[in-house]
Each structure stands twice: as C-alpha cells, then as structure tokens.
C-alpha cells in the first residue's frame, strides 16, 4: 500500500496567515492527488484534484502544487470558515489518506 | 440539486451483518462511479470500496476484501455496500460519495452524502 504522510499535524494559525500544508507519498504517485477539507460532523469536501485542480465553487485562496512523492496545499489568506481538519489522497492505487492536519485558530 | 443519502447504519454484534444503502438524486447516477468511505471515531478517512458506473469493476481495501461486497442498482439510483462478519474495527461513520469522472473513473470524490454510522459491538 502507498502511504500518505501529512505535516504538521496541527497547526495554529490566525486570520490573514498563509498556511502550507504537506503530504508526502511512500512511492511515487504522478500527480494522483486530491486536498480534502472536512469540518467537525461534516462531511469532506473537494478543495483540489490532480494535485492542483481547483475543484469547482472552492475559492481561489486554495492551491496545491507537487508531483511524485512531495505535494503542498496553500491557503493564502486564513478566513474564519477555514479553521478544520485538511486530509490528502492518492489516487494511484488502492485509495489512501493521510492522517489529516487540523488548522486551528491561534 | 445533487444528493448522497445513505441509510442502513445501526448497533451491531461481533459477526453479525449490515447492509448500507445510498440513495442519489440530481445526477446521471448510471454515469458515475462509487466510492464508500469511512471514518471511526475521532480518526481520519478510509477509503472503503469502489464501483464503476457500470458495475463491471469493484475494488476494495484490504482491511474490507472478503467481508464486503460493494454493489449498485442504476435502475434505483441506488448504491449498496453488503457489510459481513463485522468487526469492533469496523465501527465508524460510512459515507458513501461520487466519482469526480463520468464514465472514465478519476478516483477523487466530489460529492459526499451526510454519512450513517456503524457501531460493531456486544
């Protein structure tokens, strides 16, 4: 199975910060990557496919860049609705996530 | 609008079976392929299972192989997931969602239902 490593794992941040989030796969995976976002007791929503799709309706604060092992998600300004857990997911093989990064309010 | 509603979620013992359904309205469904997701509590996503939009294909985590079958009646708008000799693991919230390609499967998920959950316990 291709293992998908997310850094941090939490990260404080205050409204109006850039914030760089990680995900490294265990093998090379293209560009077969997806950026989830996912509130508390809510279901995960599409922000970026192909590791730098812009999912349609998601704004354009969020972008994603990488290919093979080493991929990025960027929210350029924080707004309040984007405090949640952010998750990865490749697309190459048998489907797997990581283990999520939750962006929470400095 | 588009819509994932599943159903079928309960309190289950150790071995027992469930069966999951996923009713979906405001698109082509027969176009689409089908991915099942869970989550256990306070824990992050797993993927489950997937089907392609003409059933002619399903893939499963192995975690899942052998003890759930994924399945889908395009004349329903309807997908299922057959859940056998459940687990205390098996606990958590499953939440069918759709392919991102129509036909030619992209293996992202666009459109996710609000989720049934699952509890394996004695």
């Known amino acids: 199975d291709i293992q998908m490593t997310q850094s941090p794992s939490s990260v404080s941040a205050s409204v109006g910060d850039r914030v760089t989030i990680t995900c490294r796969a265990s093998?090379?995976?293209?560009?077969?990557l997806a950026w989830y976002q996912q509130k508390p007791g809510k279901a995960p929503k599409l922000l970026i496919y192909?590791?730098?799709s812009l999912q349609s309706g998601v704004p354009s604060r969020f972008s994603g860049s990488g290919s093979g092992t080493d991929f990025t998600l960027t929210i350029s300004s924080l707004q309040p609705e984007d405090f949640a857990t952010y998750y990865c997911?490749?697309?190459?093989?048998?489907?797997?996530f990581g283990g999520g990064t939750k962006v929470e309010i400095k | 609008q588009v819509q994932l509603v599943e159903s079928g979620g309960g309190v289950v013992q150790p071995g027992g079976s469930l069966r999951l359904s996923c009713a979906a309205s405001?698109?082509?469904?027969?176009?689409?392929?089908m991915h099942w997701v869970r989550q256990a509590p306070g824990k992050g996503l797993e993927w489950v299972a997937f089907?392609?939009?003409?059933?002619?294909?399903?893939y499963y985590a192995d975690s899942v192989k052998g003890r759930f079958t994924i399945s889908r009646d395009n004349s329903k708008n309807t997908l299922y997931l057959q859940m056998n000799s459940l687990r205390a693991e098996d606990t958590a919230v499953y939440y069918c969602?759709?392919?991102?390609?129509?036909?030619?499967?992209?293996?992202?998920?666009?459109?996710w239902g609000k989720g049934t959950t699952v509890t394996v316990s004695s």
């Open positions: 093998q090379g995976i293209s560009s077969w």
């Open positions: 969602a759709k392919d991102l390609g129509q036909q030619l499967a992209s293996y992202y998920m666009d459109v």
């Open positions: 405001g698109f082509t469904f027969s176009s689409y392929g």
């Open positions: 089907i392609r939009y003409d059933g002619s294909n399903k």
């Open positions: 997911q490749q697309a190459n093989k048998e489907l797997t």
């Open positions: 192909a590791a730098s």
